[in-house]
């Protein structure tokens, strides 16, 4: 395959259109083994929606050799966890020499296509943009970010005081957090916004 191709002239590459619910979720790091397989990175410690999901839209990297262009979608045969990386295969993807074509890409899985969450768990996508008040109705920011710090999630919140852009950062664990309405995009916490 030579670099800078475009997708269609990738064997078994289709080009398509990347959805508008679109969410990155990893990258193709390398090829692995030599039927095809590749190594991927998933961006999640949490990669439920990689093997989920039968369908992968690739984008190329944003630097380095691109072997594509556009978007490209990828028939996932399978996925899986192998020590400690996830590994998978696709329809169109049969050799090591075609693997290693990939190396780099971004994936993207549209958010719909996502395992539904368990009662009282979120994907963090689905809580980047939400309003954050305490119990009294302050406003206390909106979600910019989520950290995982090990034992717990921190919400990192914006917000302006003064005229001044400030961050604010929440635990995310029940003794803080009373509740998430997703319709509404709001979480209700138990802090204040001197803390």
Not at 26 to 53: C, M, N, Q, T, Y
């Amino acid at each position: 395959m030579t670099p800078g191709r475009p997708a269609a002239a990738l064997p078994g590459l289709d080009p398509a259109e990347l959805p508008a619910d679109a969410i990155e979720v990893g990258r193709i790091a390398d090829a692995w083994g030599i039927k095809g397989w590749f190594k991927v990175l998933p961006h999640s410690a949490s990669p439920e929606a990689l093997f989920s999901s039968k369908r992968w839209y690739l984008l190329p990297t944003e630097r380095g050799t691109k072997t594509f262009t556009g978007t490209v979608l990828l028939r996932v045969r399978e996925a899986k966890e192998h020590s400690d990386t996830i590994v998978a295969s696709a329809h169109e993807v049969d050799d090591r020499s075609a693997a290693e074509a990939l190396k780099g890409a971004r994936i993207f899985i549209p958010r719909s296509s996502f395992p539904t969450a368990s009662t009282d768990e979120y994907y963090w996508v689905d809580l980047i943009g939400l309003q954050v008040v305490n119990r009294e109705g302050v406003a206390l920011g909106q979600v910019k970010e989520l950290l995982s710090t090990g034992p717990q999630t921190v919400l990192v919140l914006d917000y302006t005081e003064d005229g001044k852009a400030m961050e604010r950062m929440i635990p995310f664990v029940s003794a803080y957090v009373d509740g998430v309405d997703l319709p509404g995009k709001k979480i209700t916490v138990d802090w204040q916004a001197d803390y």
